[in-house]
């Protein structure tokens, strides 16, 4: 299992396009800035922590280099800046240097990024002609006070042979068939079907096997923040079979089983959806399929996304797979990995190939219409649409996806590797990380409240017995237990209790019994329940254990929050699609979900219920699926109850949900709090008070999104007097 610093991580809130070689990724995480010279001048530069995150701060015009060794070639830089204190033309600049003192500015961010807590993206492409690359990141500024914290700062090479130059790498089956291994990646072109490509009229239904062998002339690591690959047993030294029923539906070919798949691996569980099946002309008789399929980490979120083609034919024959990871939602485990697998292939009827097949249609004809982003100012000609998706905010680099829904329409964005675009964007796993202390956490809790009144005003520690023997807990509700204030923590400073939870093993442990008692006793009990807001996954976790034996006293010892509350009654009739039929849980006979982090969605899934909690006020025909007053609270509609300061304003807490008040960026004359969820690495998403929401998916530390909160306005005011 990955140390406890790992799993940690996965659950704190806040803390890649055509790049195929990391040369730098420094997050000075590890309290070290060696390699970088620093030129204090008239300032001071020095290494600073702000809630478990550490940062280079650059202050007056104090300037830090870095030189590198690199080939020729493209590459993307990039850098994360928050400030405070600038004026005038202050800036916190990022510069490259390709030869001795010719400088380059890549990028900037000036006075009015400047609140001392967002971090803002600036990146750039710089064509290195030889061997010498410097970077440099500096304050730009005249006063003692003005301030620069540079984090996520990254190279990265863009391959030397781009998608064009590899596409005919797996021409035919037949090549497939020679078993040739090949030195570099494939162009994801390879995994879907050519202009060429004709419908397939043969069929294909049975149960496939295939396994992925890595080999070191066939990966690349790209970030390996936790050095797992020093270990004598990495997690790329074996990964598991994937086996599956398939069932072709005209050119669609659809798995048997969705959703998270356990293995006996030690790293690694999967989860496969939808793929393709045609033909192409001179495939002499063969036919071509390929799927979509995730690696995801044991007992954590990171999500590492593949491909796989093979031949078929009427008789059962099939070709070996070749199979690609290319691309993650991942901050600190990154690589490449390829090659040709051994098949295993036999035909026959899948059982239930009539209910999979009408699943799959039912989901696809309930997605949101769906556009590119390009196609916003067709609809909408004086929106800015390069703020979805900005570069400012998200380093092209990290971005896996992104996306915004307005007026029931679904514009889409991203979906880069590092070999050429995702073929099968919609099926792409992404993690929810901690969105899902708002979609399951807050979600199940306000369902429960609706189907049980007073749920909520529950006792904690009447539902859960580790926590009941102190006495400290019986005051505590489940709707303290939901806005992370049980009056039970050691520190009110930022993330510092969350970041303990790893030396006390919280992450790290798999059963239920040791997770409970350590979300139970790890922290001692300060003020009453619902005065403070400290954050606290163990909390979600505590929560949910509530929950379930909350529901198992009315509903039986069947009973399963995560299925009873959500899947069933919403999930399956919203049309979202079955990688969310299962979530994360303990490893033991309890499987109890982990409620804060674990589950995993496609982005259908994701506008679909953004859409379905805003502009449908999560109604379904007309019917409340949740307690409405505790959701139009989380959803920031009731001004009397804004939530509780996490840990100041402008940002809050409530009901599971986040929020910040916009008009602190300084382009609107009013207070609006604008409800949003956010996930490890770089997820945020937003719901707009104007009925749109915007979302993204990244893993570049990246959570900036008013730019792209005050571009809708063009669709639907909600500023009231913005001077934007």
């Known amino acids: 299992m990955f140390r406890a610093a790992v799993l940690a991580a996965i659950a704190i809130v806040g803390l890649t396009c055509a790049c195929a070689q990391g040369l730098l990724s420094e997050t000075f995480q590890d309290g070290n800035a060696a390699g970088w010279n620093g030129e204090p001048g008239r300032g001071d530069i020095r290494l600073t922590e702000y809630a478990g995150n550490i940062s280079l701060r650059l202050q007056r015009d104090a300037s830090a280099t870095i030189r590198l060794a690199a080939s020729p070639g493209h590459y993307t830089i990039s850098s994360g800046f928050a400030a405070d204190n600038l004026e005038g033309k202050d800036g916190c600049v990022l510069e490259a240097s390709v030869s001795d003192g010719d400088w380059i500015e890549l990028g900037r961010i000036s006075d009015g990024q400047d609140d001392a807590i967002s971090l803002h993206t600036v990146s750039a492409t710089v064509d290195v002609p030889a061997d010498q690359l410097t970077i440099r990141i500096r304050a730009d500024a005249n006063a003692a006070n003005d301030t620069c914290w540079a984090d996520n700062v990254r190279v990265v090479k863009s391959p030397d042979t781009g998608t064009e130059a590899v596409s005919d790498l797996v021409e035919t089956p037949a090549w497939l068939l020679s078993g040739t291994q090949h030195a570099e990646p494939f162009s994801t072109a390879q995994f879907a079907p050519s202009e060429r490509a004709i419908p397939n009229d043969s069929s294909f239904e049975g149960r496939l096997a295939f396994q992925p062998v890595v080999t070191p002339l066939a990966t690349r690591i790209l970030t390996d923040r936790f050095s797992l690959m020093s270990r004598t047993e990495t997690p790329l030294s074996l990964l598991p079979e994937i086996a599956t029923g398939l069932v072709q539906d005209e050119e669609r070919l659809l798995p048997a089983k969705r959703g998270l798949v356990l293995t006996d691996d030690p790293y690694w569980d999967y989860i496969l959806t939808p793929g393709r099946v045609w033909r192409e002309p001179d495939d002499e008789g063969w036919s071509r399929a390929a799927l979509p399929f995730a690696l995801v980490e044991k007992n954590a979120n990171c999500v590492h996304n593949g491909l796989l083609t093979f031949g078929f034919k009427d008789d059962g024959s099939v070709t070996p797979a070749a199979w690609q990871v290319g691309s993650e939602t991942c901050s600190y485990f990154q690589f490449d990995a390829w090659g040709i697998a051994p098949t295993k292939y036999a035909p026959g009827d899948i059982i239930e190939a009539a209910a999979i097949k009408s699943r799959d249609v039912s989901e696809r004809s309930r997605r949101l219409p769906l556009r590119p982003i390009s196609a916003l100012s067709a609809t909408y000609p004086h929106i800015n649409t390069p703020a979805f998706g900005a570069a400012e905010d998200v380093a092209p680099s990290s971005m896996t996806l992104f996306g915004l829904v307005a007026e029931g329409t679904h514009y889409v964005g991203g979906c880069e590797t590092r070999y050429g675009p995702y073929p099968y964007c919609d099926e792409l796993v992404i993690p929810s990380y901690s969105f899902a202390k708002s979609l399951f956490g807050g979600l199940a809790l306000m369902r429960l409240e609706q189907l049980y009144p007073g749920g909520m005003q529950e006792h904690i520690s009447d539902y859960v017995p580790a926590c009941a023997s102190s006495g400290t807990w019986d005051d505590v509700t489940f709707e303290n237990a939901l806005d992370m204030a049980t009056g039970h923590y050691q520190s009110v400073e930022p993330e510092a209790d969350e970041d303990a939870a790893v030396d006390q093993d919280f992450f790290l442990v798999e059963g239920y019994s040791d997770k409970i008692e350590l979300s139970c006793t790890q922290y001692p009990y300060r003020a009453a329940p619902g005065k ?193």
């Not at 009973?559 to 999930?571: E, M, T």
């Not at 599971?656 to 009013?670: L, N």
């Open 532 to 724: 403070q807001w400290v954050y606290h996954t163990s909390d979600t976790f505590l929560l949910g254990a509530a929950m379930q034996a909350f529901l198992e006293a009315r509903q039986g010892p069947d009973a399963d929050i995560y299925h009873d509350l959500l899947v069933d009654p919403v999930w399956k009739p919203l049309g979202l699609s079955a990688t969310l039929d299962e979530t994360r849980r303990t490893n033991d006979e309890d499987a109890q979900p982990f409620t804060g982090w674990g589950l995993f969605l496609q982005r259908g899934d994701l506008a679909r219920l953004l859409d379905f909690l805003g502009r449908e006020n999560g109604q379904i025909d007309g019917v409340d699926m949740f307690a409405p007053a505790p959701l139009a609270a989380a959803l920031q509609m009731v001004p009397s109850d804004r939530g509780l300061p996490a840990p100041a304003p402008p940002v809050g807490y409530n009901n599971g949900f986040w929020s910040w008040d916009i008009q602190s960026y300084g382009r609107c004359d009013t207070s609006v709090a604008i409800p949003f969820m956010s996930g490890f690495g770089g997820l945020a998403a937003v719901m707009v008070p104007n009925g749109t929401a915007y979302y993204y998916v990244s893993d570049g530390g990246a959570y900036a999104w008013a730019r792209a909160a005050l571009a809708t306005e063009s669709i639907a005011p909600f500023c009231k007097g913005s001077n934007q």
